[in-house]
């Protein structure tokens, strides 16, 4: 893998926690919203209401695909840390690579 990092992340690590302040963000502006709707409900503002309900919902996906994105993330750490021998403990091959019971091994 090349060491040059052309991107804004430097890491995996600052990708994951980078999403993770996005999905916050979602999640208090999810809350503003909330508020917003209660308040167009209240007023009668039916046009305003229907609006705020669809950005609830966009709101609902990004913070759906957030938390997908920072699983993959998460799954890409563990993955290098197991391929670059990162994690303390770990042995030989035969250590680290361990069959899944409901997948045979190949023949």
């Known amino acids: 893998m ?13 990708a994951h926690h980078y999403i993770g302040l996005l999905r916050d963000v ?3 502006t999810q809350i503003e919203v909330s508020a917003d ?3 167009a409900e209240t007023a009668g503002a ?6 705020l309900y669809v ?8 913070r759906q695909h957030l938390d997908a994105t920072r699983r993959v993330l998460n799954d890409l750490r563990t993955l290098r840390r197991l391929l670059f ?16 019971p409901t997948i045979p091994p190949p023949a």
């Open 37 to 39: 709707l209660a308040a």
């Open 46 to 51: 039916r046009r305003r209401v229907e609006a």
């Open 85 to 100: 021998e990162e994690r303390d403990g770990v042995g030989g091959d035969e250590a680290r690579v361990t069959p899944s």
């Open 55 to 62: 950005v609830m919902q966009k709101l609902s996906q990004l």
């Open 26 to 28: 979602a999640d208090e």
């Open 2 to 14: 090349a060491d040059q990092h052309d991107g804004p992340f430097k890491c995996i690590e600052e």
